[in-house]
């Protein structure tokens, strides 16, 4: 089993910044790749950020230019720098991780972080 811890959340104002950290732990081979999701109130899930173990990343084009996501695979901890926030960003923020179990691959949710942008 793996667990993922996320940290970081809180209340930010408008144009504020916050990081997010999501560490893994548990009983796994190696963690692949990794993301953030985020879901806002009354909406559906959504991708916001992916990072491959070698490090290529992607972003939602929302976020593009204000939020960077890193990992340090030594530590299996994946961060979430967000800048610029907008009232918009408001949501719980939720860690995903796919870890290699051997033989199989598999996908593990974080219990979500509670980000809210208000003035």
């Known amino acids: 089993q793996v667990q993922l811890v996320e940290s970081g959340g809180g209340l930010v104002q408008p144009g504020g910044s916050l990081r997010l950290s999501c560490a893994a732990s548990?009983?796994?081979?190696?963690?692949?790749?990794m993301a953030w999701y985020r879901q806002a109130p009354g909406k559906e899930r959504e991708l916001v950020t992916t990072?491959?173990?070698?490090?290529?990343?992607s972003y939602a084009d929302s976020v593009k230019g204000r939020f960077t996501i890193s990992r340090d695979n030594a530590k299996n901890t994946v961060y979430l720098q967000m800048n610029s926030l907008k009232p918009e960003d408001t949501a719980v923020y939720y860690c995903?991780?796919?870890?290699?179990?051997?033989?199989?691959?598999?996908?593990?949710w974080g219990q979500g972080t509670q980000v809210t942008v208000s003035s």
């Open positions: 990072i491959t173990r070698g490090g290529s990343t």
């Open positions: 548990g009983s796994f081979f190696r963690i692949n790749t």
């Open positions: 995903n991780a796919n870890a290699l179990l051997l033989p199989i691959e598999r996908d593990y």
